[in-house]
């Protein structure tokens, strides 16, 4: 009479022990990402800017912003016929600021959503030589990689941001915060929006008050000014400066 085997059970339980650190490591990877159920916006500005739907994952919106940023034949345009047209139109808005005392060759500077880099290479030609730019896809030597929802920057790090993609940020409230988190106290914010206009098809965000939705965003800045610019689709620019105290601003016509 032979002796039963006993089952196998050491390469089943194997298995069963790898499978399970693989969900593991599925979920863990998961829980890191940025949740998307809702749009991040306080409450007293959700009525003056309006999430665009159809973001199903955080990862559907970077797919979309990607589209843009990595499009061969925008990027060959980027870097060749723009480049010149980009670089004159950013410098004599930089000028502009550096005449109001708002920039200076001292400046720690970062351009948020800087794509190739015209705006940074604009900026060093005014001898702004610590300038820098941050996107999703960085440019070296003018752009580093970062998201501008969570910036790979210190705080405190500079004393001049300047931007023209709000628009497309998915959580409006998480970029107001990062331009302040990562500005020094009296570090000057300039944003360029589209107030008058709706954005282009990679916009995640509409402004419906004006500037308003905007500025109650910046817990911790002062309207400086307000004016209406001609920028690459873009029609107003908002200067705001960082303060050390957290203030209920009035709302802000823009001239």
Avoid at 123 to 150: K, T
């Amino acid at each position: 009479m032979s002796v039963p085997k006993k089952p196998l059970l050491k390469p089943f339980f194997l298995l069963l022990l790898f499978l399970s650190l693989l969900l593991f490591f599925h979920l863990y990877l998961q829980s890191k990402k940025t949740p998307i159920s809702s749009a991040i916006v306080p409450s007293s500005t959700a009525a003056l800017i309006r999430i665009r739907p159809g973001f199903r994952s955080y990862d559907d919106y970077i797919k979309l912003q990607l589209n843009k940023t990595l499009n061969p034949r925008l990027r060959h345009l980027w870097a060749t016929r723009d480049w010149d047209r980009k670089v004159r139109v950013f410098s004599r808005f930089f000028a502009d600021l550096a005449a109001e005392g708002l920039l200076s060759n001292a400046s720690a500077a970062l351009c948020v959503g800087a794509r190739l880099g015209q705006e940074v290479a604009a900026l060093r030609g005014l001898g702004v030589g610590g300038a820098l730019g941050m996107d999703l896809v960085p440019a070296p030597p003018l752009v580093v990689a970062g998201d501008f929802h969570a910036q790979p920057f210190p705080d405190e790090s500079f004393d001049f941001e300047f931007s023209n993609v709000f628009d497309h940020a998915l959580y409006p409230e998480r970029f107001a915060a990062e331009v302040e988190r990562t500005l020094r106290p009296g570090g000057v914010a300039v944003l360029h929006l589209a107030v008058h206009r709706r954005g282009d098809k990679y916009s995640a965000n509409d402004l419906l008050g004006g500037v308003d939705g905007l500025v109650a965003l910046f817990n911790h800045s002062e309207v400086v000014r307000v004016r209406k610019v001609d920028g690459f689709g873009l029609d107003t620019e908002v200067v705001l400066r960082k303060t050390n105290t957290k203030s209920n601003k009035p709302t802000t016509k823009s001239k």
